[in-house]
């Protein structure tokens, strides 16, 4: 069964880090293209960084020089590096994969909250 398990959320204060995870199983992450999405109250969910098959990476302009996205093929798990959260990053946070026309389910998401 494919799943996606986000964790590692939390409350920051503004300037701080966190590193989220997205586990997967019943796939392997290395094969798909590898999303992270969020999603602020009353907003619509938005692309925050993907990891492509080969590991090239994009991100979101409000994002860029601030997040990293990796992935552990060991471990079979995608991180999000967050450093300098700013209070406008409080959001759900998702994690999606693709392969074709093929994507996963959305998970529960992982909230972050930056406030201080």
């Known amino acids: 069964q494919v799943q996606l398990a986000e964790s590692g959320g939390g409350l920051v204060q503004p300037g701080g880090s966190l590193r989220l995870s997205c586990a997967a199983s019943?796939?392997?992450?290395?094969?798909?293209?590898m999303y992270w999405y969020r999603q602020a109250p009353g907003k619509e969910r938005e692309l925050v960084a993907t990891?492509?098959?080969?590991?090239?990476?994009n991100y979101a302009d409000s994002v860029k020089g601030r997040f990293t996205i990796s992935s552990d093929n060991a471990k079979n798990t995608v991180y999000l590096q967050m450093n300098g959260l700013k209070p406008e990053d409080t959001a759900v946070y998702y994690c999606?994969?693709?392969?074709?026309?093929?994507?996963?389910?959305w998970g529960q998401g992982t909230q972050v909250t930056v406030s201080s």
């Open positions: 999606k994969a693709r392969r074709g026309l093929s994507t996963t389910n």
């Open positions: 990891i492509n098959i080969g590991g090239s990476t």
């Open positions: 019943g796939f392997t992450v290395s094969s798909y293209v």
